[in-house]
């Protein structure tokens, strides 16, 4: 609970024009609406229908409330989740846009320990990922302390702290954040739209003239490709040479396009930039295996699969179901996956659907 004097600051629902709306500071930064196509019996709807007219009282309760997620997760075989934040940014960026800096602190730990508290509550089956303050990077090297002490098993991260005022996330200013999550053993997340940058092309990517639900289904696609940006940025920073041990997942982000991204960049770099090149200890592709992780669900061609984990890394890669949003496997998620993934062996299986993820997340 935030404290008397912001506690009619800190994000909250107010009735704006007539619509509820979330209101930070006194300013709204966005609806307070459904984010998914999962109705209160377990149909699916329409994207362009359910994300912008559903309210509350339409989405499935899982959605938002953990004791009946965790039926959910129950009646699809699913053991453990991790969660991810969706008013405040994917990656929290929104936050920055009030200039109050002990409210904006405020809030992610208020935001934290709530989370802290669902996945204490959950016996560790809801691992909702803790927000860090990238506006400040002594701020995030305190957070991630304060969170790994309350239990977290990673943190989620905007992947342009440079649009809030901080070093982007090349620069060695970052090196003592980097340390402190390795230290941990807290791995770093990157959801894709995890940041005001990723947002901003996501507004762009598909014609006007297109209609909503085309518009939606484009910039859907390519925000799974705009997290390629992030990982090529982040295998040639230098940033793994100075922290071997750092583990780092692109989220909600597919398969596919990596091993294309990983041989351009490894040429590239060979090509463009030599000298660069010389300077880290391995080519940015041989990075990717040691640091990265990929998350995969609804990639079908089974008869390519085989050869798409053997490029990513049979070690590299988790599963999600990305309940409850419109690209998501509901309502049989476990089941689809199985049938998809027949190609691959029983092992590599195992280790896509659950034992790597008990591994990176101390399960």
Known sequence: MAPAEYRDRVPRVEEVDGRLMWVFDGQPVGRFSAGGVVARDGSKEESEIALHS????????????????????????????????????????????VEDERLRRLTVEIYNDRQAQIQADSGDRLLPLPLMPAWDVDACVYEARRVAALGARGVNMTSDPQDLGSPDLASPAWDPFWEACTEARLPVHFHIGASVTNMTFYGKY???????????????????????????????????????????????????????????????????????????????????????????????????????????????????????????????????????????????RRKILGENARKLYRL
Not at 270 to 291: C, I, M, Q, V
């Open 54 to 97: 559903w309210t509350i009282d339409q989405i499935h309760e899982g959605a938002y409330d953990p004791t009946v997620r965790l039926q959910v997760m129950d009646e699809c075989g699913i053991d453990a989740q991790v969660i991810f934040p969706s008013t405040i940014g994917l990656g929290g960026q929104s936050l920055a846009m």
């Open 206 to 348: 598909p014609w006007p003239s297109h209609p909503p639900s085309t518009r939606l289904a484009i910039g859907g696609t390519l925000l799974f490709i705009g997290n390629a940006r992030v990982v090529a940025n982040l295998l040639v920073s230098g940033v793994f040479d100075r922290h071997p041990d750092l583990k780092m997942v692109s989220v909600e982000s597919g398969c596919g396009w990596i091993p294309f991204i990983l041989e351009a960049l490894d040429y590239e770099m060979a090509e463009n930039a030599p000298s660069d090149l010389a300077k880290l200890r391995k080519p940015p592709s041989e990075y990717f295996r040691s640091n990265l992780y990929a998350t995969y669900w609804f990639e079908s061609n089974r008869h390519k699969l085989p050869a798409l984990v053997e490029s990513v890394g049979e070690d590299n890669i988790l599963f999600e179901t990305d309940f409850p949003h419109p690209t998501c496997l509901y309502p049989n998620p476990v089941e689809r996956a199985q049938e998809t993934m027949k190609s691959l062996s029983d092992e590599t």
